[in-house]
Every structure is written in C-alpha cells, then in structure tokens.
C-alpha cells in the first residue's frame, strides 16, 4: 500500500471499536496513564530503554522478572544455542517467491515450525516458555534466511553465525558481518520499545486465540497477521516512504502543511492510546540522531524532524514510536519491507506473555455485534428465484 | 488434549470476557435472538439447511444475496475449476510431517497461499471474494492431498478430481470414491450449519486482524488459530471421544450421571449464546441419525442420543452443534482429526464475509485492560540485581 491508499483508509481516533473497554486482566503492562508514559511490569520505558538489553527485557516480559547478571548470561547463552532451523523449515522458507512480503514469510515460517515441533497438549507455561524462547532466537534466523535465498540468488546463509544478542545476530545475518556498537545499541533500543503494548491489536489477537484454549504458535501466527496490517506494524514502513519523498526540512515542511490543510493524515503521527506524546518518541528520536552520520543520513533526519515539529505547531500532533523508528531502521541499511518484521521478533516476547496470562485467566473472548441487517427473509426456493 | 483434560480447562458461561458487549456492527447473522434461532443474512437456518448446497450458502455470504440457478451452475463450475494446487504449496505439504495436526497444516497451507498469490494491495471486494472462492475451493484438496501424502505412504492424489459440490469433493477426495447420495447431503447439511455464526471468537480474530487493514490470507490463518483450540472448532473431536468411551446407551447414562455430579463439563453441551436449544441441533441429529445405519453406527447414535436425554434430565442442558456432528463425521468414515478441519472449510465462507464487512466498517478493534500487576517498581540495573 502506498502512503496514500493507506491515509485514505485510515481513520481518526473516534473509529476505534471497544476502545476503553476492558477486555480482560493484565500485569504485564499499562500504557498511558499519565497521557505519556509506558510501563513494562512496573518499570519505566524510558529506564528499561536507557539500561538494558532485549533479552533482559524479554526476560521480564516473559519469565516476570528482570534477571541478574548470572541469569541473563545463561539466558543469553541458551538463545543463541537455539538459533538453528530445522531442515524442513528452511525447505519451505525457499518456495517462498522474492516477491513474498517478508510478514507472510514470517507468518508461514511460524506455523510451518508449529507443525515441526508442536506445543504439549497440557500447554504447560514451562513448555510455553520455551516456545517462546525459541522463537525470539529463531526468528531472525528465519526471516533473514529467506531473504538472502529469495532475493540474493540462492544463497543459503549459516544461520547460526553472528553475535552475543539477538540485536547483533540479526544485523550480523542481514549485512554478512559484525555491526558496529552503535548499530547494535539502536537495535536493542528499538527492540525494547516495540516489544509490548498492553492491548494492542495483534497482541488482542493473540488473546483471542489463545481463549480458545488453542496453541502458542496460532496465537503467534494470528498476532504477526495483524501486526502486517498498515494501521498498526506497517505503520513504519509508510513512516519512511513519507520522509524519502523531501528532499529538504523546507520542501518537507511546506507540503505537509499543505496535506494537513487537506485533511490528509498523517502516518507516524498520533495514537489511539496516548494523550499527551509516545514516551517512546524521546527514546528512538535520540537513537536515529546517533546514526545519523552521513551527509543523506542527517538531511533524513532533518525532514523528520521538521515534519516533528510542522505537526506539533499545525496540528498539535506527536510522532510515534514509528516515526523515528523508521529513520533508525534506513541509516542501519535494513530494507523497508523488513522493517514490520522487527516489530514482530520484539513483539513475540510481549505477545507470549500474553498468552501465558491469557491461559492464567482461562476466559474464551466473544464478543456480541449490532445486527443492522435484514430480518425474518421469507426463503425462496432455487428454482423460483429470479 | 483428552476429554478430562478439556472438562479441567472448560469454564462455564460467566467466564466469557466481552460476553454481550458489541464489538461492530453486522449484517450477516443473527444468533439466539429468540434464544433458538440463527438466521444467516435474514434466512432461517432451518430453510436454508433443509433446501440448499453449501454452495448456495456461500454466495449468500460472501456475494449478499442466494444465487438464482444460473448463478448457482456458475458459481459451482468457477469452484471446481479453481480446486488445483500450486507446486510450491504441494511441496510445503510434502515437508509437514505425518505427526503434524491437520489444524496446523491448513493454518501453514493458507498462509503460503498468500505468499504465492498475494491479495491485491488496495483489497477491493470483488478481489477478496475471488481469494475466499479459491480457498473454499482449495482447501480439500489442500487438506486431502496433505492427508494421503504424509499419512499414506507418500501418496500423491489428483486434488482435481471427483465431485460436483464442495461436499462430495471432500468426501471423493477422502475416500478415493465417489461418495453416496446420503452421504452427500449430509455433508451439505453440516457445511451450511458451520458456515457462520456471528463473532465467535475464530470470527472475531478474523476481523481484529482485517481492523487493522491487514490481509484476508492473514484473517483467516488467524480464525484458523482460534478455530482450533477445544473450547471451540476442537469440540467435535472431543464430542465423539466421549461418545466412544460407552459399549451402551446404558453404560453412558449412569456414568454421565456420575460425572455431572462430580460437576464435570460435558464436551459438546450448553452454549454461550444460545439460552433455549441449538437450532442446529435437530437438523445435525436428523443427519447423524440417517448414516447410522450398520449395527455399530446405530450403537453410537443411541449413546449419544441417550447423553442427550441424560443431560436434559438432570443438568437441562442442550447439544450444541458439535455433538451430532462428531457421530455423523464418524459414521462418513471421517478421521477424527479431520473434524474441525471441516469446519474450516465450512467457516472460510462466514471469515470472508466478516473480513469484508470489518473493511467497510474500517475501524481497527483495540480494547483496553484492567491493570492489576506492579505500580511504579525502582529499575536496579543489572550489576546490582540479586
């Protein structure tokens, strides 16, 4: 979709259906409370952000607590003992076409390890967890396999090559050597913001799944189907096709005003949740400033910001987590159709808490509609109707 | 998951989160208005069960409105021409393993589908009803061709033969024979019953992820997630593994007797919506009771007609849907863990329709939740943690 198809199906704040209604318990998470703040179990974005790994992070989400040095070495360790694929499942990954959106290969490439190495029937949280654990460490794996078979001639890559952290794996797979320090510090960064948001849609859909008293890898498959959606994950890549149209902050700043006069929205900019800003906006906006060192790296970065400060002044409108994230994710040379699937390897550790609490709670999620259609139709027949 | 496993993880009606609370607006069904009734479109399942092809119940869903003759003969004729499988998908069949739950083959094989015959990208309707045609005409032969290769040895069956409907493709598919007459009704009757059903919860994720402008390969490998899980599609399979546990109607009522006072949850009993009966009970039950015809088979239907007194009697609970489909699936020589497959294939009709609507709707379904875990906890970095 391009970014016009998709402002002109996006729709303002009003059209969000059971938004403040609860929909279930949670203690993973609360988002906005204050208007402007992100809470991960309790603890401050902006700390865990500042501070820590995603695998410290990911820990918290999925095992409740941050771990300590001793704990995050061995959990590191076993992540990185867990990023080989299955022979069948790198089979499937290369009938994939190169014209595959990368979310689809992710959503095949989850529900093709479902079948290989399916979840106990007991759904143990032990079991679950371990799932879970796998697929943070396979996903990177997964995703950047195919697309260096799909879209590089056939080159099968040794998945298992490649940096301490998941950050650092991914970008050492993507670009076939070590990242620098920086790059590797924005990941994590990045990694850390997207990896939870409460009830969020593809995060609702995993619930939902997993209400039905269904598998952790349905519920994963469900979740990153919603997340490719250009109303939520997408949101990103249109973020970066909207900042590559200007060639300076100027002409950048004077076409947006004029796309606000026109009631043009604008993607990267407000949220359904936050009232005040995205506490994650501070966070990226410093990490994309970092990369930006080249002479097209800073004048993309200035065209955000401008675009930043145009919407404020215009519309009184914050950028989201999306926005910057975008400028991030280009000055590190990740393609834009990958950009969606980080989203998803960070979202996984929010998406099987979920899952994990969702079981706790044992609830199936049905909901009831407004019927606005035709009542008691009289029924003909097939050989009377015309 | 086994039935006492099911009966521990079943909750009864109140734990049903977002019950009676309207999630959109819907023109297509109506469920338990007068607490047992269910009209798709305005029509009366009653009509439309006793008079129909699944065939015309599914153009009633996805196109609006029952096919005239002519309609029908073309709609069935673009069906069976649309029934042929990709080779990269019949490949990615060939790797999923004989183990493999055939849930987590149809969610794999639908999602590669959409990595090979993408939905257009600005997901006009008469796009997205093309997909949902080629996928109920697919998903046979998907299922089948899987079925037979991984567990007959590697047999690799021609999915474009046999059968003028949907039903008898199925069945031919199956079988490797062309079903009979009663068999073929039958099968009608119960795709019709399962084709839709308001926003269940394989409904409802269907549309969470087309809120969020995502994809119909992607909805429907979501609802294929939730369909999945036993407090849903996974029913029947366990409705008939209860059924089987009895040599006699006798020995089924005293033991049912037992386990209702132990407080157990009967599998295949009571609903979330309706309050009187299932209407689609006695139509199920006519069915199951027409197949039952060798000794075994009017064995299994006294036993599970005897539950159903039973359950009457002393709890004044109903069979739902899935408990005459689980003997009537048995007595087509059906493979139990085929059962809620079918009724994917069944439902696809009924996602589609929702998936389309959701998009007129144009709304993006984002609850929000009751925080109950930590408040403002101090962050204390890694190298102080104990």
């Known amino acids: 979709m391009n970014p016009a198809e998709v402002s002109a199906a996006f729709r ?89 959106h990368p979310m689809d290969v992710f959503r095949t490439g989850v529900s093709v390890l479902g079948c290989l190495k399916p979840e106990a029937e007991d759904h143990n949280e032990s079991g679950a967890r371990s799932i879970a654990d796998a697929l943070l460490a396979t996903l990177p794996s997964m995703l950047v396999y195919w697309y260096q078979f799909a879209r590089s001639g056939g080159k099968r890559i040794d998945v298992e090559a490649g940096g301490d952290s998941i950050a650092e794996h991914f970008l050492h797979l993507l670009h076939g050597a070590a990242p620098s320090k920086e790059w590797i510090a924005a990941m994590q960064a990045s990694l850390i913001l997207y990896a939870e948001h409460e009830f969020n849609a593809s995060t609702f859909t995993a619930r939902v799944i997993a209400g039905t008293g269904s598998d952790l890898y349905s519920s994963i498959t469900g979740a990153i189907g919603a997340l490719k959606g250009p109303k939520h994950g997408g949101a990103n890549e249109v973020a970066l096709a909207i900042q590559q149209r200007y060639a ?50 800073r004048r993309l970065y200035a065209v955000a910001e401008r675009i930043e400060t145009t919407m404020q ?32 390897l960070a979202r996984t550790a929010g998406w099987s808490a979920h899952v994990i609490e969702q079981r706790q709670d044992g609830k199936i999620i049905r909901p009831s509609a407004n019927y606005v259609g035709p009542e008691n139709l009289r029924f003909i027949p097939l050989n009377q109707r015309t």
């Open 248 to 297: 300076s902050p100027d002409e950048a700043e004077s076409d947006i005003l004029r796309r606000v006069e026109n009631r043009e929205v604008i993607i990267g900019f407000g949220h359904p949740v936050y009232t005040i800003a995205d506490p994650r906006n501070a966070i990226i906006r410093a990490s994309a400033r970092s990369l930006a060192t080249t002479p097209e790296g």
């Open 12 to 100: 303002p704040k009003k059209s969000v259906a059971l938004s403040g209604t609860a929909a279930g318990n949670t203690a993973i998470c609360t988002v906005g409370q204050s208007g402007n703040d992100l809470h991960y179990r309790g603890y401050d974005i902006a700390d865990l952000a500042a501070h820590c790994e995603f695998e410290e992070v990911a820990h918290l989400l999925i095992y409740g607590a941050l771990p300590t040095s001793a704990q995050l070495a061995a959990y590191k360790a076993r992540l990185r003992s867990l990023r080989g694929l299955p022979a069948q499942l790198k089979s499937a990954l290369e009938l994939l076409p190169a014209s595959a």
């Open 313 to 344: 002044r215009a519309k009184k409108m914050f950028p989201n987590l999306d926005w910057y994230s975008a400028v991030a994710y280009h000055l590190m040379q990740i393609p834009i159709d990958l950009f969606t699937p980080l989203f998803v």
